[in-house]
Structures are given as structure tokens and as C-alpha cells.
């Protein structure tokens, strides 16, 4: 089974992934916003567009 969290992680902090990319995810319901945080150590806000 897929883990999305581990792998997300580990693209968003090898610079495969940009912040944006890892808003999608939460968009697309492959992670949560406790998980964005996490991730990204930003608050996800669904009215921004987490853009770098």
C-alpha cells in the first residue's frame, strides 16, 4: 500500500516537491492539513494559494 505521507515527504525535502505541489496533495486528499504542516512546517490555508 502507498504511503503518501512518507513519499511526499521525502520529495518535498529533497526539492522534488514545491509547496505548491504539496498543497495539491491536500487538495486531492492524499494527505491532510495536520500532514501539509508537518511537511512543510507552514499552516496549509485553503484560501491561499501556498504558493512559494
Do not use: C, H, P
Not at 13 to 20: D, E, K, P
Not at 27 to 34: A, C, I, R, S, V
Not at 35 to 43: A, D, L, N, P, S
Amino acid at each position: 500500500m502507498l504511503n503518501w505521507f512518507d513519499m511526499i515527504s521525502r520529495f518535498y525535502a529533497n526539492g522534488s516537491w514545491t509547496l505548491s505541489m504539496v498543497a495539491e496533495a491536500v487538495e486531492f486528499k492524499k494527505l491532510n492539513t495536520d500532514e501539509f504542516e508537518q511537511i512543510t512546517g507552514q499552516q496549509y490555508d485553503a484560501d491561499e494559494d501556498n504558493a512559494e
